[in-house]
């Protein structure tokens, strides 16, 4: 073994078991070894200041001596306690699943490594210059443990072709068969275990990535109603009444108040059908979001109808903080603007400001988050069923409206009502497309609120908006929230004003 100080490249093809120092966390959540001079290596598995055993894996040909990968063999000391120590991970899965990588790390650590991840993110990756007090404190998930409202599970096929289920083993598509996860709550699990006996029960096969029936199991649960979705190849005729019966005989022991089967016909490995041909019980559910009490809103706990398939935040408790720090950033940045430009009319006759747009609106969460304090809302989405629920989840808020439109027509809709007051959006992982980046560029909306679960995209977006000859924008805070306690992942709400608007 040899320790950090003396890392030398293994030979292409070849092997090598260094002893490292970990210093710190990669964006993506993995372990950083580095030490000046020396290659920096990226750890799959540790926590910054473990000193470990790793295997170093045979270096790229042509890939350079700047960095190298490699795998946790065994930790050979803790992290000390100068550094905030550790804990027993509690799951007895941790060791091989991939959910939930930093149990070992306490809660404290773990906010304070996002705060870190995400202000690199925006400083690496956007080159954004920004100020000590623009980045807040982050906002903590409401339970470290059960916070989940949807887990999504894999089947595989086992021993003597019976399906199994479970979770990701770390780093692989391989799954693990699971028997609790601490992030669902005790009646999702039982449910989930009923649903896997029903499935070895059932003569049914597990798909393989090729061939095989069974795909994926997911669990949603909301506003004390459960729901399980089970996802499937394409079926034959003889297995679409065992699947029928399989459903039916959940939802009528109680385990599950809702079933789905859907079909997915795509090979990519995704927990997603295409189509539901069949569903029996409660094939909705109501996520309750309490937002905050302000002067002139509605004041009320927003309720929103999800079906088996809508996007919606998995830390649902959390989710009304995400939602609630995302209004009081937009209110705030709304009344800076009104302060900066006194001649503008910035307040209706009915005491509202005139009007807010959502895109990638989903089922409406953060439009009508928004809603009680303008007089026009606009949602614009481009997921039919998501736009019809969102219609529902309206009911009470008749000045707001939502369009299945995708984002990429936001230069449309913008030459046809000229900007709002208020753009906010939620778009997806890989951030929000350039197309749509140029059209708020060029109708430069007043004010931008942003809403992100990654940080390297974030970072992307916002030095598009803010630097360059086109730099229309500045931001004015930047807040984390823990949507995921036991991962790196974090998400995060951006207020931003726009620019010279004296």
Same mark, same amino acid.
């Given at each position: 073994m040899r320790d950090a100080s003396t890392i030398s490249c293994p030979h292409h093809g070849t092997t090598t078991d260094l002893e490292l120092v970990l210093t710190g966390f990669a964006h993506d959540g993995r372990c950083v070894a580095r030490r000046e001079g020396e290659p920096v290596v990226f750890v799959r598995g540790g926590l910054p200041g473990q000193r470990i055993l790793a295997r170093v894996a045979p270096q790229r040909a042509g890939g350079g001596k700047r960095m190298l990968e490699a795998e946790l063999v065994r930790v050979l000391a803790p992290v000390p306690g100068n550094m905030g120590g550790e804990r027993p991970a509690p799951c007895p899965h941790a060791e091989d699943c991939g @959910? /939930?990588?930093?149990? +070992? =790390?306490?809660?404290?650590?773990? =906010? &304070?490594?996002?705060?870190?991840? $995400? #202000?690199? &993110? $925006?400083?690496? %990756? @956007?080159? =954004?210059?920004? !100020?000590?007090? %623009? $980045?807040r404190p982050i906002i903590p998930s409401s339970a470290e443990w059960g916070c989940r409202n949807k887990m999504e599970f894999a089947f595989a096929p086992g021993v003597k072709g019976h399906p199994l289920l479970g979770l990701r083993r770390r780093n692989s598509r391989e799954v693990v068969e699971t028997s609790s996860c601490l992030l669902a709550s005790p009646r999702m699990m039982a449910a989930f275990c009923a649903l896997r006996e029903a499935a070895q029960h059932s003569g049914l096969s597990a798909w393989d990535g090729q061939n095989g029936l069974l795909r994926h199991a997911v669990l949603r649960e909301a506003g004390g109603a459960l729901l399980a979705e089970l996802i499937t190849a394409p079926v034959k005729e003889c297995d679409? +009444? /065992? %699947?029928? !019966?399989?459903?039916?005989? $959940?939802? +009528?022991?109680? #385990?599950?108040? @809702?079933? &789905?089967h859907s079909v997915r016909q795509a090979k990519s490995d995704v927990a997603y059908g295409e189509s539901t041909p069949f569903s029996t019980g409660r094939t909705e559910l109501t996520e309750i979001l309490d937002l905050p009490r302000t002067p002139g809103g509605h004041n009320e706990p927003l309720r929103l109808r999800l079906g088996h398939a809508s996007f919606f935040q998995v830390n649902g408790p959390t989710a009304s903080k995400l939602y609630g720090e995302a209004l009081n950033m937009a209110l705030e940045a709304l009344e800076g603007a009104a302060n900066r430009m006194p001649g503008k009319q910035w307040k209706t006759g009915a005491g509202k400001l005139p009007s807010c747009w959502d895109i990638y609106s989903g089922v409406g969460g953060l439009a009508l988050t928004m809603a009680p304090y303008f007089e026009h809302v606009l949602g614009l989405e481009n997921v039919a069923p998501a736009v019809r629920l969102a219609r529902q989840n309206a009911g009470a808020f008749p000045q707001a409206r939502f369009e299945c439109a995708d984002a990429a027509r936001l230069g449309e809709y913008f030459r046809r009502f000229g900007p709002p007051e208020l753009l906010v959006c939620d778009p997806p992982r890989a951030g929000m497309d350039e197309k749509t980046t140029q059209a708020i560029l060029r109708a430069r909306p007043g004010c931008l609120v942003l809403v992100s679960c990654n940080p390297a995209t974030l970072a992307r977006d916002l030095a598009r908006l803010t630097t360059g000859d086109a730099a229309a924008y500045e931001i004015l805070a930047v807040r984390p929230v823990d949507m995921f306690p036991q991962t790196p992942h974090v998400e995060c709400v951006v207020s931003l004003r726009a620019k010279g608007a004296e």
């Open positions: @959910g /939930c990588p930093w149990q +070992a =790390l306490p809660y404290t650590g773990q =906010l &304070a490594w996002k705060e870190r991840l $995400l #202000m690199d &993110a $925006l400083v690496r %990756i @956007g080159k =954004l210059r920004l !100020s000590p007090h %623009i $980045l679409t +009444a /065992c %699947i029928r !019966s399989l459903g039916e005989e $959940l939802v +009528a022991s109680g #385990m599950v108040d @809702g079933f &789905a």
